[in-house]
């Protein structure tokens, strides 16, 4: 299995500013994802963050709002940009794993952002 | 990714068996299909996952319809820790690596 941390765990932005999140995986992963979770809703995909590479952005997400840095195989950032009320969700960070012939995925606890 | 259909919500008593539907028509030879749950204010965790057999392990039972159409997720005895919101997914083996969630099924576990 893999370990993975968030910080902050929570937080509440005022409305155009810019939010960091760090995540900090217990070993090292080829593969780490960002989701988002609105309020009420399912997860959706945000971005896969690459090592060594620009971050690959799923429609409807861009890396000017959404700006992720991996500088190494255990850690990476999401910064929310420009904040608006509706970015207010619970960001979060996920790695896979090889399970078989398979992967098993693995998530943090989430951040719950609230924009104001 | 091929689409999953769940119930929005089921209701189990508290230590009773629970048999949680997924339909996937669409299903391809490759997709394995995966469940996973989230729990109250956490992220989401691994539950089991299939191609064609039924699977056990220690959090549950996965059963697969012979023409993989369908799947359901047994919990044996259902606690009041496992009420969750369950999800039903596909993942193709030569696809991305990354999941692709529906709505789930809300669980509520009934004292």
């Known amino acids: 299995s893999a370990v993975i941390s968030q910080k902050p765990s929570r937080d509440i932005c005022q409305r155009g500013t810019s939010l960091t999140i760090q995540c900090q995986v217990d070993s090292q992963v080829t593969m780490m994802f960002w989701y988002r979770q609105q309020p009420g809703q399912s997860l959706t995909l945000i971005a896969t963050?690459?090592?060594?590479?620009?971050?690959?952005?799923e429609s409807g997400f861009v890396i000017d709002k959404f700006p992720i840095s991996r500088p190494n195989l255990t850690f990476s950032t999401l910064t929310v940009s420009n904040m608006s009320p509706e970015d207010s969700s619970i960001y979060l960070c996920s790695t896979a794993r090889r399970a078989g012939a398979s992967y098993e995925q693995y998530f943090g606890p989430g951040t719950r952002l609230t924009v104001t | 990714d091929a689409k999953t259909t769940q119930p929005n919500s089921m209701e189990s008593n508290e230590e009773e068996p629970v048999h949680l539907p997924c339909n996937h028509s669409t299903i391809s030879g490759t997709d394995y299909i995966h469940w996973y749950r989230q729990l109250p204010s956490q992220g989401p965790e691994y539950v089991i996952h299939g191609l064609t057999s039924n699977v056990n392990n220690r959090m549950a039972s996965l059963a697969i319809a012979e023409d993989r159409k369908s799947s359901t997720l047994i919990l044996h005895r259902a606690t009041l820790r496992d009420a969750a919101v369950y999800y039903c997914i596909l993942r193709g083996e030569a696809g991305s690596y990354q999941l692709t969630f529906g709505k789930g099924t809300k669980l509520s576990v009934i004292p």
């Open positions: 963050a690459n090592q060594g590479s620009e971050a690959t952005y």
